[in-house]
């Protein structure tokens, strides 16, 4: 069964760049049609999709988010990262990755998450 890990700090100061990774075992990232993705919730709100990469390596941002959002992977290690630039108190959230059977920007379609992890934008 796949398992999904995030890691990174919980603390980034104002203007930074938050980064977060995703370590993903138990099946390959390349797998053919698999989507993954980084999804977060701002407390007391609901989940936002950010953004998703795809098996093939193809991205995929919300248009919210996409001029502060990248994201790339590793296929070494069987992960990929999030860099969200710019970070204000607004992007404090718990930041989940996921994966999806196919592309999708819908929380509900994602099949597998991470336990997610909690980021707070503050100096």
């Known amino acids: 069964q796949v398992q999904l890990q995030e890691s990174g700090p919980g603390l980034v100061k104002p203007s930074q760049t938050l980064s977060l990774t995703c370590t993903v075992s138990?099946?390959?990232?390349?797998?053919?049609?698999?989507?993954w993705s980084w999804i977060r919730q701002p407390p007391g709100e609901g989940l936002e999709w950010m953004g998703t990469?795809?098996?093939?390596?193809?991205?995929y941002y919300s248009p919210s988010l996409k001029s502060r959002t990248s994201i790339s992977r590793d296929t070494s290690r069987n992960e990929f990262t999030l860099h969200l630039s710019s970070v204000t108190p607004e992007d404090t959230a718990v930041y989940y990755c996921a994966r999806a059977s196919g592309l999708s920007t819908n929380p509900g379609d994602m099949g597998y998450w991470g336990e997610g992890t909690l980021v707070t934008v503050s100096s």
């Open positions: 990469i795809s098996y093939s390596g193809s991205t």
């Open positions: 138990g099946g390959s990232i390349t797998t053919n049609g698999y989507h």
